[in-house]
């Protein structure tokens, strides 16, 4: 068992991974960036521009981008839209993935009411509450299930991702529940740290440890004035 960690980190295969965390957020920021430029008609992008508009150098862009192959041409810069694909084949959203949602309180409501996950190829096909009084209402056209019915529903389903909105001390039986039933990756808004088996990946979401952080970063930047 493991606690949560980098996949960005680690590889398969034994061999050093291509792309850390670090790297993974900014192709993430390239993606709307040149998403937002080609909308608006610009075809051809220079990594000084991107990193312009995004706060990093030049030579950070153009390091982030060889991982995904020899896309550029010196003095004419790089296709927006052979960008786009790449970056979305490098990012794993060049196909549809199905997700789990446990926990239908205000912050599922709010998940499965926000049309950008759409966009981006993620789609919720399940959803999961332990209060009896839910089971059988539905959001936004989904059945809330009891999460008894977990197994039963994600092998229905096909989902491979799971995202928890439950109460920190039944996110690990649900989250071991869910990866039972065959899902791969777990995005958990609970407080807690879950323990999973190394094949599952886990990525957590505590918005009271990030306005923490924030606090002490406006904390000290008023102390430094």
């Known amino acids: 068992m493991r606690k949560e960690g980098d996949p960005s980190e680690r590889a398969t295969d034994g061999h050093e991974p291509r792309l850390s965390r670090a790297s993974v957020g900014r192709l993430s920021l390239y993606l709307r960036h040149l998403e937002g430029l080609l909308h608006d008609g610009v075809h051809k992008v220079s990594s000084s521009q991107l990193g312009d508009s995004l706060g990093v150098t030049d030579a950070q862009v153009r390091k982030d981008l060889g991982s995904l192959g020899h896309l550029g041409h010196p003095g004419v810069g790089y296709a927006a839209a052979e960008l786009i694909a790449a970056i979305r084949r490098a990012l794993g959203i060049d196909r549809e993935w199905r997700a789990a949602l446990a926990g239908a309180g205000n912050l599922a409501r709010a998940l499965l009411r926000y049309h950008g996950f759409v966009s981006r190829g993620f789609r919720f096909v399940a959803l ?61 808004f609970a407080p807690a740290v879950l323990r999973l088996p190394p094949t599952v990946q886990v990525v957590s979401v505590d918005l009271t440890v990030q306005l923490e952080q924030l606090a002490f970063l406006v904390q000290w930047n008023g102390g430094e004035g």
């Open 128 to 188: 999961f509450d332990a209060d009896p009084a839910k089971i059988g209402q539905r959001i936004d056209g989904l059945e809330i299930h009891a999460t008894a019915a977990i197994p039963a529903v994600i092998a229905a389903t096909r989902a491979e991702l799971g995202v928890l909105t439950v109460p920190a001390e039944s996110c690990q039986s649900v989250a071991e529940a869910m990866v039972a039933a065959g899902v791969r990756g777990i995005l958990n």
